[in-house]
């Protein structure tokens, strides 16, 4: 279980359970829930990858970058930090805490039809850039979400499917971006991925989220599910899953608070759910925020229209044929 500055344990010691389980999914498409008796705000999430969209009511626009295919296709881990560090200024004119990205799932499939999301079919490549972009997405307070955890290498029923893999393809290739993505990057959160990975849903997973994302590489911070991705109560709470996305909550609300009175989760493992959200809340400032909705704004920068144009340049990649083709 992780430990808390005791601010956030004064905070945990004052909700009920029922509280406690309303912190636990979101109150809508991209906000988590607030509780405003003790003055706990909601985190709005935004997508993406290569630019933040908002909540996609607005009508805000938003800078888009080159996809995470072209920004690992220059090789460039200065540049990518440059990106990172503007898709953080993008999502604090959207009032994002949470930008959910990157995409580390690897080029390993034709039917992934969103491999131009992803970096690479290489592992340590991907993790090199996943690396730049999030440390350059924190530096200035809004968290990073990696995606999606893990082998979620196919659009075809992607909600069902389930990746055969061998513990040594794990440790070898699908896992390589996201340990370093928590080791050496301090990743925020981690988003579980809809598939199955050997018979067991991604978000009740225990081996994977459990025993090697939070105990053996110590991740400290939030599980936060596809969207849609949660699909079982007990299992996706006992598995490691820490908050169901979107709200309102559909496997956990008030089956969650029933399985806990029931005996079938243990109180102890809402609690780490809880502390979890609220040590990403005040990492982004928004446990000293003001609650009020922060407006969506576009701000087209000249500085972010050079920085994509470089990144697509850089990104062109000319193959030489010296008689080997």
Avoid at 132 to 146: E, T
Avoid at 275 to 290: E, K, Q, T
Wanted: charged share 25%; proline share 5%.
């Amino acid at each position: 279980m992780t430990k808390s500055e005791p601010r956030i344990e004064n905070l945990l010691a004052a909700l009920t359970l029922d509280e406690k389980v309303s912190l636990c999914a979101g109150s809508g498409p991209w906000h988590t829930t607030p509780v405003p008796r003790l003055g706990i705000p909601a985190l709005k999430v935004s997508d993406g990858p290569n630019g933040v969209r908002g909540d996609g009511l607005s009508g805000t626009t938003a800078a888009c970058f080159p996809v995470g295919a072209a920004l690992a296709a220059t090789w460039n881990t200065d540049l990518i930090g440059a990106v990172g560090e503007a898709v953080a200024e993008e999502a604090r004119s959207k009032g994002a805490g949470v930008v959910l990205g990157p995409t580390v799932n690897l080029h390993r499939h034709p039917l992934a039809g969103r491999n131009f999301e992803c970096y690479s079919e290489d592992p340590y490549l991907t993790a090199r850039i996943a690396v730049a972009f999030i440390r350059g997405v924190q530096r200035s307070g809004v968290a990073a979400c990696v995606k999606h955890f893990v082998c979620n290498d196919s659009e075809f029923e992607r909600h069902s499917i389930s990746s055969e893999v061998s513990e040594t393809a794990l440790r070898e290739l699908y896992l390589v971006p996201f340990e370093a993505a928590v080791r050496e990057a301090d990743v925020r959160s981690v988003m579980s991925a809809y598939n199955r990975i050997n018979g067991t849903f991604a978000s009740s997973h225990a081996e994977l989220l459990r025993d090697i994302l939070k105990s053996e590489w110590g991740f400290p911070g939030l599980v936060i599910s596809d969207w849609g991705a949660a699909l079982e109560t007990v299992a996706n709470a006992n598995g490691g899953l820490d908050l169901e996305m979107p709200g309102p909550a559909r496997c956990w609300g008030d089956a969650l608070v029933h399985a806990v009175r029931e005996g079938q989760v243990d109180e102890a493992i809402v609690d780490d759910k809880v502390r979890r959200l609220l040590d990403l809340l005040s990492s982004c400032g928004a446990l000293d925020a003001p609650q009020e909705a922060k407006e969506e704004r576009s701000e087209d920068r000249p500085e972010h229209r050079v920085l994509a144009h470089r990144v697509a340049a850089e990104s062109i990649v000319l193959l030489r044929n010296q008689g080997v083709l």
